[in-house]
């Protein structure tokens, strides 16, 4: 039995996050382990799934739990990069810092990294990664981003966990669509001049409905998405159709799944929209989507910045009318995408034979 103490951004308000640990958590099935959680809010995690958590800011709970654990292990997301703050850099380098300093496995998967531009982030990186017993990242990029600290380590390419999510059950929740109209969600998040964002997505959604589209805003980050949705359609002077306070990745799949397409700035939006078969179109404000979007090979990610609305409409327009060749694609990507998810698990069977798949 191994004892794996998870470390991510998780049960912080960010629906991605929570989706990468579920997806560990679903691939992990009938092993042999026992696993706790680092969370952002332990008391809701518990109460949402039931798993065992400590709070992710309180480290003498940290250093307590490593008293018990095997192995250290950082199933994904985005959390070695300093495009926002050098301090995400620091504080996992310092949880691997520690962790070895026990005598434990440290194990990264899925991970997604960079952009690495500061002296001190590339440094505690490179030394987080170079402590590793095992890496894995869900990109090419992201593989790259690490060799260029000079890491040694191996290094394999795999998939998001969130892959891993099984489709939802049937719902008995109907479409957006009002008659014959098509409903298409959209993700977004606050990037750069927050004006420059609200009136980009306004008139897409404006576009959108004068083309006999519904335009449904979707929340993945409770903190971040939900007051620039709230702007978005009160500068389009009425009430916008959104999802919103949903509390699982789950309810999210089960929603889209009654969608024609998601437009993405979030990551994940597009990887859950992959999930349960629905065609993303991912709009760029970070190297992680562009990187996906080419994982995918639907469309080539434009850049947020300098988009003008009338482009993105005609981009996306392009994008719909393409619906059966995009449809073709991603079913075959998306089992690929799945089967590479799955290599992680066996990464950590191969550290660790006692949590093997039974």
């Not at 912080?12 to 691939?27: E, K, S, V």
């Not at 800011?57 to 985005?78: I, K, N």
């Not at 999210?252 to 597009?270: C, E, I, K, P, T």
């Amino acid at each position: 039995m191994a004892n794996l103490l998870l470390a991510g951004y998780f049960g912080a308000g960010n629906l991605g996050d929570d989706a990468i640990l579920l997806g560990f958590i679903q691939g992990l099935g009938n092993t042999a382990h026992g696993v706790t959680v680092m969370s952002g809010n332990p008391d809701e995690m518990s109460r949402l799934y039931g798993f065992k958590t400590i709070d992710r800011r309180d480290m003498s709970a940290f250093r307590l739990a490593l008293e018990t654990a095997d192995a250290l292990v950082f199933p994904g997301g985005s959390i070695f990069q300093d495009s926002t703050s050098v301090k995400s850099v620091a504080y996992y380098g310092q949880l691997v810092k520690l962790a070895k300093s026990k005598g434990l496995k440290v194990i990264f998967l899925g991970q997604g990294v960079g952009p690495l531009t500061s002296f001190l982030g590339k440094r505690w990186a490179a030394s987080a990664f170079s402590m590793a017993d095992a890496i894995a990242v869900r990109d090419p990029a992201s593989k790259a981003a690490i060799q260029d600290l000079g890491v040694k380590n191996p290094i394999r390419v795999t998939a998001d966990l969130a892959f891993l999510l099984p489709s939802p059950a049937e719902s008995d929740a109907v479409g957006f669509g009002v008659g014959t109209m098509k409903s298409v969600g959209i993700s977004v998040r606050p990037h750069g001049k927050k004006d420059e964002i609200r009136s980009l997505f306004g008139e897409f959604a404006r576009l959108l409905f004068n083309a006999q589209i519904m335009p449904v805003f979707i929340e993945m980050d409770r903190q971040h998405d939900g007051p620039l949705i709230l702007d978005i359609s009160k500068s389009q002077g009425g009430k916008i159709p959104d999802m919103r306070k949903m509390q699982t990745p789950m309810h999210v799949q089960q929603r889209m799944s009654r969608l024609d397409a998601v437009v993405a700035m979030r990551l994940h939006a597009g990887i859950l929209a992959t999930t349960v078969g629905v065609p993303p179109f991912m709009v760029s404000y970070d190297p992680k989507v562009a990187a996906f979007a080419k994982l995918l090979d639907l469309q080539t990610a434009p850049n947020v910045t300098g988009l003008t609305p009338q482009r993105l409409f005609e981009s996306f327009s392009q994008f719909m009318k393409d619906r059966e060749r995009n449809d073709k694609i991603l079913s075959r990507k998306r089992e690929e995408l799945v089967k590479l998810a799955w290599a992680n698990m066996d990464i950590l069977a191969d550290i660790l034979p006692n949590a093997a798949r039974i």
